[in-house]
């Protein structure tokens, strides 16, 4: 991180140390002041190298300006989660009939995880599709039209039904006749009956003669009733073959014509009308079963064999409850949040090593594949989400929720002059570094500080190739001084990935 300088200075780069020449009408000044720098510089060296229990050669303490190539990164914090999770649950509430899985189990896409109770639909589904197939039989009869075999059978039963009009009409003329013949026979009997009344009352003949000719005439009456039913039967079955003849000839004119245009549509409309409530039915059967819709590993289970499942809303997949199924969670990535003043840096495509908290000794790979279009704005600091994918099993050993250190390279530097992190310090917001005097003894130097590689920093101007810049700096020494931390370079690393670039401090000292 970057830590700014105070307004205070070294007393051996003060103007106090600069000035105050000897005058010449006044040589004992010269004297003292002589002293006084050489006791400044003794003690200046003490200030920041006193401490040190080592060597007291000011070379041993000196590090060299180098070329080297580096790879310039941006770290942030990160977690690791799934790219994908959801609860999954029936399009409609009803009876878990099977789970097929467990919790931990990884599944693929399309696998069956569970099978709802589908007994009132199958009954439904074999009548649709009896419907369906009568229907679509029907249309296919009148599209293809009437075969001559069957144009010949439908000629042959309007014969037929024309000779049973023949047969009526015949037998209507014969009950006629007959019916004639019977009322003639009863108005001869009833005649008798009354001439056989009044000679009986005369005395002239027998009460039972009387009496025979009266039933006889009740006989013809008996008959005659039975011959008029008979008739209007015949006349019934006569007006019943003429309907059916009518029938069958309009059908025979049907068949010689051909179905009608509409009424063929008419058909088919009906026929996908049927249809479509079959697939209805069908897609309700294929809802039962459940299937995975991608490829992930089941993280909850909420619901076993028997119980009811409803349909459910709900985004979160860590409660431990719930009326769906299971919970299923896709492919682990690492989300980061990046700086503002980093994010610029960050492209699609880039590598990323990542460091988990609770695997500090393992490194592992990533590549970024999508930076968030929209910041996130949290306590007044500006972060965006770049999310990158797990490369070579990573997430056999990661696990959604850790916490992640991500280091993106963003840069590269072929022949970058670098000097160590520990060595850079700020004066009033200034880099700078100590190089050693022909004596050895420390002077402040500016620089212009460019990207922080963690243990070293890139150096963009103030120093070239083999200079030597003192190391062992002492942080407590230099901080009563005014002395900060080196000012930080462009995309250095620091936590979060923030602007700084900044030296770590616990590089000052022994």
């Not at 050669?57 to 690791?80: F, H, L």
Request: hydrophobic share 40%; charged share 20%; with cysteine.
């Amino acid at each position: 991180m970057t830590i700014q300088d105070s307004t205070s200075s070294l007393p051996l780069v003060s103007n106090s140390m600069k000035a105050g020449g000897p005058q010449k009408n006044k040589p004992k000044v010269w004297i003292w002041v002589a002293v006084a720098l050489t006791v400044a510089a003794a003690g200046a060296y003490y200030f920041f190298f006193g401490q040190s229990k080592g060597d007291s050669d000011w070379k041993k303490n000196t590090v060299q300006v180098k070329r080297s190539a580096a790879d310039i990164k941006v770290v942030a914090t990160g977690i690791i989660r799934p790219e994908r999770e959801v609860k999954i649950s029936p399009k409609t509430t009803g009876l878990l009939k099977e789970l097929l899985v467990r919790q931990g189990e990884r599944v693929k896409r399309g696998q069956l995880l569970a099978r709802m109770d589908d007994s009132n639909l199958v009954g439904q589904a074999e009548s649709a599709k009896g419907a369906y197939l009568a229907a679509l039989d029907n249309y296919e009869k009148m599209k293809a039209g009437n075969r001559p075999q069957e144009v010949a059978a439908s000629f042959y039963q309007e014969q037929k039904a024309r000779q049973g009009v023949n047969n009526a009409e015949r037998n209507i003329t014969r009950l006629k006749a007959q019916m004639e013949a019977t009322r003639a026979t009863l108005a001869r009997d009833e005649q008798f009956a009354l001439t056989q009344a009044f000679l009986a009352n005369n005395g002239a003949i027998s009460d039972q003669d009387r009496i025979n000719a009266q039933t006889q005439a009740r006989v013809s009456r008996s008959n005659l009733l039975a011959a008029e039913s008979e008739l209007a039967q015949a006349q019934m079955a006569k007006s019943q073959s003429e309907t059916d003849l009518s029938t069958i000839k309009q059908q025979n004119n049907m068949m010689k014509s051909g179905f009608r245009k509409e009424d063929i549509a008419a058909a088919e409309h009906n026929a996908s009308q049927v249809r479509g409530n079959l697939t209805q039915i069908e897609s309700l059967m294929r809802d039962t079963r459940i299937l995975a819709p991608f490829d992930g590993i089941i993280t909850q289970k909420y619901a076993d064999a028997g119980a009811i499942v409803t349909p459910t809303t709900s985004s979160s997949t860590t409660s431990a409850t719930s009326s769906s199924i299971v919970a299923l969670a896709g492919r682990l990535e690492m989300v980061a949040q990046v700086s503002e003043a980093n994010i610029t840096k960050i492209k699609v495509g880039q590598d990323v090593e990542i460091t988990a908290t609770a695997l500090p000794d393992k490194i592992f790979h990533g590549r970024v594949t999508q930076i968030a279009p929209a910041a996130i704005v949290t306590t007044n600091v500006t972060t965006f989400e770049v999310h990158s994918a797990l490369l070579e099993n990573a997430e056999d050993e990661l696990l959604a929720g850790m916490n992640v250190s991500a280091s993106f390279k963003v840069g590269h530097e072929d022949n970058a002059l670098t000097v160590p992190a520990v060595c850079v310090v700020s004066r009033k917001g200034q880099a700078g570094v100590f190089v050693p005097d022909a004596k050895g003894e420390p002077q402040f130097k500016e620089i212009k500080a460019g990207a922080s590689l963690g243990r070293t920093v890139i150096v963009l101007s103030g120093l070239k190739e083999g200079d030597l810049v003192l190391k062992g700096l002492n942080k407590s020494q230099l901080g009563a001084e005014g002395y900060g931390a080196g000012a930080g370079g462009r995309g250095g690393r620091g936590p979060g990935g923030g602007a700084g670039g900044g030296v770590s401090t616990r590089g000052f000292g022994r």
